[in-house]
Every structure is written in structure tokens, then in C-alpha cells.
């Protein structure tokens, strides 16, 4: 049977896009499969953790700022992020829906978003916005409308926002394999070794 | 001319000693010079950020308790911390007035307080546990001792401190080459391959 790992991001992290990009490599070599989970860094690090987003952090936020273009750049995948900040909820639930539906679609709007967001400068804080880019993919741009207007959808997507958090997920993007936790793209090369070791 | 490596820690953070492994391993490989200089997590992370101490911040404390033993077995160095929790500033201050006095024993030094307080669970919070561990390095103890209450050292330590906030070091360990921060030892490969290629 090949690995699991739990793929916990957040859309409004420009590092979870990137640790999105690896976890699907590192999966491809290692013959694993990724579980991709909501988190909300809005909750955890806000809510529980008690600290103030990133941006607003002195020191780390500019730091942070700098950072993603040059860990980007690194990559060789565009930055190009949209104006202003994005609310990531309805792209969440958005993805909670399709996921109860179509995992493997979920994933690939999943990987639509990240990509639009962060390499193509659009907004995706808006339903409208959000079903604009699930045509792409041939998702019923009505239903997805009224699938976030929903309050059974938002309740779902907040059980799992949840779930997330009894596994004491913090950070986007977040990897869980076997019990392990790791916290950050820039730990890929750990996770990568833990998948195929089993530990160390 | 070799390439210079500003390195800023912190000896209350274990991240800082594996940092501190790393670069010099890197310094060797590129034949680059590491300036070790002092910062103060309490003061970039809890004055100037506003933040909670790892230690107790939520989720994330309990995370890095693990993530600290993950690290250092993957990178096989001994975990055995004092028990407690560091006073970091009296082993900052000696590093202080040392460097300005013979730059390379403090580098020693402080290699030897970060062994010892990480590796070994000696506890470095005072002047005297110092002065008995500089002894090894022929640091007359009592001259340390006295060094370690005279004002002046006090206000060249701060001094120091200071410079790592204009520099905006926020993180131990940190590093800063040609005028490019680079915050974490999970981001050493980064530094590295700046290094060697002058960016990206």
C-alpha cells in the first residue's frame, strides 16, 4: 500500500501554494498519495495561537514579504499575487463542497486557485470569482454559488477547519504522515525522508 | 576577497546552535567568513513583535518541543537541554565583551556554551556556570565574572542587540549575506546557494 500524507493548506498562504507544488513531486517519486485538508491560519493562529496575522507582524511581515517573491523566484514560478488581501473562506468551503463530491476535481480546483491567486494576480475572495474559475473545470458555476451560500456546506467546511486543528495543525501548509507532523515548505526535504525512511 | 556571513543567534534557541553547525560547515565548503552576532529573542519576538515566547504560544510550543528532537536526531547531535528554561543574557554579555577583546575565542566560546547548554544540559543561565565553562577555554573566571556585571559590557550587549534590530533580525538563527536575511536553519541550503551564486 502506498504512503498517505495529509496536505493541510490555506489559500491565503503563498507558502502552502508552494508546498503544494512539492508535496505533488515528492508524492510522484515516492509513490505516495496526498490528502489535500483545509486549514484556516485565521483560527489557528489568530483565534488559538493568539498572534496577529503575518502581514501585520512587525519585522516578520516585511520579512515574510520579501521572502515569498525570492523562495518563488527560487522556484521558477511566478509571483504575481493579487491586490489587497484575499479572503480565503469562500475558496475554502468552495473546496469542502467538491471534496464531498470529487476528491480529485477538489484537488485540481484546489491547485486552479493557488495558482490563479498567486501566479495570476486575480482575486479569488468572491463566489462570483470562484465560479468564474470552476468553469475551467467544467464545475456548475450555479450550484458552486449555491453550494457557498449554504450553511450545511459552511458547516462541513468548519468541521473540518476543526479536525484540523484536534491535529494540532497550525501552520500552512502543514504535512501529517503517519502520526508525524511537519510545518513548512521549507521542511519538504524531511517529509520526503520520512515518507520513504518511515522515520528517523 | 572570501564572502562574509553575518550570523545572528540567540542561545536560548536550540534552532540557533543547529544554525551554527550548519553555516560553519557551509563557510568551510564556500570558504566564506562567519561574523557571529548576538540578538535577543525576548526582545525582537516579545518587545518588538508583540508575540508570546515560543515556548508557551499554542499549538506551535508543543510542536517545536518536537520538532527540536526531530532536528537534532536527523542531524545526529545530541538533544539533552537543561531543565528549565535559559536566562540567555549573562552567556549573550560574555559573548559580547569577548568578541570585542579576541573575535575568534568568542566564536569558540560561544560553539561551547551552545554544546553544553543544548547537548550536555548544563544550565547557562548564570555567571558563575560560565565562568566554570570558560575555564576550558582558558578564560580567566574572574575576570568574566566582573565583566558580567560592569555597566558597560551591559551597554555594549544592548548596543549589539540593537544593531540586529536596525538590521531587522528577528529570528535566531538568522543570516545575513550581501545584505540578504535569510531567517531559520531550514533555510541554510538558501544561504548556501546565495553564497555561491551571489542570488537568485
Redesign the interface.
Known amino acids: 500500500m502506498s504512503a498517505q500524507i495529509e496536505f493541510y493548506f490555506d489559500f491565503i498562504s503563498p507558502y502552502g501554494y508552494l508546498g503544494s507544488l512539492g508535496i505533488e513531486e515528492i508524492a510522484a517519486r515516492c509513490d505516495a498519495r496526498v490528502d489535500w485538508r483545509p486549514m484556516l491560519l485565521g483560527v489557528?493562529v489568530m483565534r488559538?495561537?493568539?498572534?496577529?496575522p503575518l502581514g501585520e507582524?512587525?519585522?516578520?511581515g516585511?520579512?515574510a514579504a520579501?521572502?515569498f517573491q525570492?523562495c518563488f523566484?527560487?522556484l521558477g514560478v511566478p509571483y504575481v499575487p493579487a491586490d489587497g488581501t484575499m479572503a480565503p473562506l469562500p475558496a475554502g468551503r468552495a473546496f469542502s463542497w467538491l471534496k464531498d463530491r470529487d476528491d480529485e476535481l477538489a484537488v485540481r480546483f484546489a491547485q486552479r486557485v493557488y495558482r490563479a491567486q498567486w501566479s495570476e494576480g486575480r482575486d479569488l475572495s468572491s463566489a462570483s470569482a470562484l465560479a468564474e474559475l470552476g468553469r475551467e473545470l467544467d464545475i456548475d458555476p450555479d450550484a458552486l454559488v449555491k453550494a457557498l451560500a449554504d450553511p450545511a456546506v459552511k458547516a462541513r467546511h468548519r468541521e473540518r477547519v476543526d479536525e484540523s486543528?484536534a491535529r494540532?495543525?497550525?501552520?500552512s501548509p502543514s504535512f501529517l504522515v503517519n502520526g508525524?507532523?511537519f510545518?513548512?515548505h521549507?521542511?519538504l526535504a524531511?517529509v520526503e525522508?520520512w515518507v520513504e525512511t518511515g522515520g528517523?
Open positions: 489557528s488559538v495561537m493568539g498572534l496577529k507582524t512587525p519585522l516578520k516585511p520579512y520579501h521572502d525570492r523566484r527560487l486543528l494540532s495543525v497550525f501552520g508525524e507532523l510545518w513548512g521549507d521542511r524531511q525522508r528517523w
